[in-house]
């Protein structure tokens, strides 16, 4: 993958592999820094093994950066997983070449090399269908065609059984820049842990609607580039002028971030309210935010940089938050930026020059940030950072935003759906001394019960021939009756003083005046650490 050429040569101790990096598109207009992404096969090893000594000529970047490989033992046909090479394939970088040794193991028939940890076209695909179809996904498609024709899908994630009243929205975009592969990899781990089921993740899909762009620039991944489109575009510099430019995937991007927040006049429901930017960066240790300055005299014609003090306050408070979550970013350090003043050439000059500023809006002013990944160390400043590491990252952003929107944690119910006939379910957590949870229920007299628990929340109709809805697929069902005073008597034994809990209970009801079943409203129980 942009390679100008590639050669190997027999030394007498092995191989010499010789890699001229290209320019993306082979476009040798554009700027020699963008020349930062490399990735190719080498094949036919003798059965015994061999060691290569690999030269990546022609590069844009000087930073050392330890290589990443995986292996094949059946002719290229089959891979193992991407990790790092030992550390005693690090580079030596002089000048544009970057020269390492690669010690093939003896049964490996094909190797490949990247400079980092790639994410194609097909990961995104695979992601894609992996997660089609899950309860959580409202859905996946596509915003628009990129020059190319490939779909820019957008991933929406919420739990639909919640109302969307009231809901905060937050809007994720990754690789703008193809070859900054931390993006897509902190993507995925976001759209995992929302998935999850943890407790505090199913908190959050009833609290939030989260949108997420894994790949906002595909041709650039599919062709290999580090930094462009097809055309040779940088997408990042086109907000700019949003609204002026033609570049398909921009126009993809700013349409469906337009449909979400409205006009400063009219908002649209639920109006997006924190806005990341996933890219990643050489020469920097750790991950970290561009924080933008505070201008207290911002003025779009006269004093056009940074923000305004409330949006520079909110864009703190997600740092805040999202360092207490993640080892990994707290390592870094924030960079302060003017938002590229005075041409403004990031997605959140647009958020925040068309709406945050606007004495007319009246959504919350929208907190849009750069979030960078890096290429070097983990979170232990001493191992090469793995896939892994930056996936991890993608998790801490869901538990940040938890935090960011300051969704309560600790113990609570809440009810969910209706049920039919007389009966109502409540409940609380007992705080001394066990903790548990007790539930109360409305009926006008003892009866036979069954308290159903389950995970999920669903309207499906229960056999036979009630009428009543099941609200959860039941997991667990004990038995028991409602007492004269309407509290039910059998045994719920789920201690809850350490770990999050999350499920859904059902008290199903033999009503002697009623046909068959009745059944009362869902009842959500949670702790959330």
Known sequence: MRLRSATVTPTSGGFSVRAVMEDDNADGSLPNSYRRWWHFEVGNFPAAGTTLDVRVENAGYGDVILPVWRLSANGGTSYDGWRRLPTSSLPMVAGSTHRFPVVVPAGTTHLQLAKFFPYPVSEKDDLLTRIGGHRLVRSIHSIGSSSQGRPIELVTLTDSSVPDAGKHRVWVHAAVHPAETTAPLMAEGLIDYLLGGSSRAEQLMDELIVEIVPLANPDGTALGNYRTTANSVNLEEQWAAPYSS????????????????????????????????????????????????????????????????????????????????????????????????????????????????????????????????????????????????????????????????????????????????????????????????????????????????????????????????????????????????????????????????????????????????????????????
Request: glycine share 10%.
């Open 246 to 529: 033609t570049v398909p995937e921009v126009a993809a991007l700013r349409t469906a971030i337009e449909q979400r927040m409205g006009t400063p006049a009219q908002p649209a429901p639920q109006p997006i309210e924190v806005l990341l930017n996933l890219h990643s960066s050489h020469n920097v240790s750790y991950p970290f935010h561009f924080r933008h300055v505070s201008n207290p005299s911002f003025d779009l014609v006269t004093s056009r940089s940074g923000v305004i003090p409330a949006v520079h306050q909110l864009e703190q408070d997600w740092i805040d938050a999202l360092v207490l979550e993640s080892p990994f970013v707290a390592r870094g350090t924030t960079q302060n930026s003017t938002v590229g003043a005075p041409i403004r050439p990031f997605v959140e000059s647009m958020m925040h020059d068309r709406w945050s500023i606007d004495p007319r809006w009246t959504g919350q002013p929208v907190m849009a940030i750069t979030l960078e990944g890096t290429y070097g160390r983990g979170p232990d400043g001493v191992n090469w950072a793995t896939r892994q590491d930056h996936i991890d990252v993608g998790a801490a952003i869901g538990r940040a935003l938890g935090r960011f929107f300051q969704l309560p944690t600790g113990s609570f119910t809440r009810p969910f759906g209706t049920g039919c006939g007389a009966a109502v379910l409540s409940g609380g957590f007992q705080t001394n001394p066990e903790r548990f949870p007790l539930l109360g229920v409305q009926l006008p007299g003892a009866q036979p019960a069954v308290l159903v628990l389950g995970l999920d929340r669903i309207t499906s109709p229960l056999p036979g021939l009630s009428p009543c809805p099941l609200r959860t697929t039941p997991v667990i069902a004990l038995g028991g009756s409602t007492q004269t005073f309407g509290i039910w008597n059998g045994v719920l034994p789920v201690p809850v003083g350490t770990g999050d809990l999350g499920v859904n209970a059902q008290l199903l009801v033999l009503d002697p005046n009623a046909t068959g079943l009745t059944a009362t409203n869902g009842l959500e129980l949670r702790v959330v650490r």
